[in-house]
């Protein structure tokens, strides 16, 4: 297969995920929103949490090699963790049900840390707002194929619709697991360059 079909593959696949991956973003979308609007209006439980996440998440690996000047390094850890979350989110669609909620919370998170340690907004300066949201949006469109990808597997395991009729391997039909790996080719490049950018712009 050239160039060519791979890319009308991949734009199939994509044409029949496309309600779960626009259900899977909106989710994703709204939960950042909600978590901005709280932190924004100084609600305490979110404020509190978006301390504790960011304490934690000092002892990570991604960031004590960012801290130790190591960007790229940090980038690839975030690259990788970003990745097997997504598989893991993929695999779960299965359910139909499950990566819905995972989405709102990681939504959320990213919502709540659009303040700062000082809970003072990222969004006001505007390179801190423009940083903030090209990250967001290349981390939104991966986790969005990658989950939505994930339940069209699951539909197409419980209601097969005529393009998912045919052979089938574990129950799951074929033709709706490639379809999963077609979504994949791109995202991991988007998941490649969200990390780069977040590690490699600020």
């Known amino acids: 297969m050239g160039k060519v079909g791979i890319c009308r593959s991949i734009l199939r696949a994509l044409r029949r995920a496309r309600l779960p991956i626009v259900t899977f973003a909106v989710t994703y979308l709204v939960a950042i929103l909600i978590g901005i609007v709280l932190v924004h209006i100084g609600n305490d439980f979110a404020l509190s949490r978006r301390d504790s996440i960011i304490a934690n998440a000092q ?86 194929l990658a989950g939505g990808a994930g339940v069209n597997l699951g539909l197409a395991f419980l209601w097969p619709r005529p393009s998912y009729q045919g052979e089938k391997w574990l129950g799951l039909p074929k033709e709706a697991i490639r379809d999963v790996l077609r979504i994949y080719i791109l995202v991991l490049p988007l998941f490649f360059a969200a990390s780069l950018f977040e590690f490699l712009a600020n």
Request: net charge positive; proline share 3%; aromatic share 10%.
């Open 59 to 144: 002892t990570s690996s991604i960031l004590i090699a960012f801290h130790k000047g190591n960007r790229l390094g940090a980038a690839l850890l975030d690259f990788s963790a970003n990745f097997l979350s997504a598989v893991a989110n993929t695999i779960s669609g299965l359910t139909l049900v499950v990566p819905y909620p995972v989405a709102a919370y990681r939504g959320w998170i990213v919502g709540i840390v659009s303040v700062d340690s000082s809970h003072v907004s990222r969004l006001i300066d505007l390179n801190s707002a423009l940083y903030y949201v090209l990250t967001v949006i290349l981390q939104l469109i991966p986790y969005s």
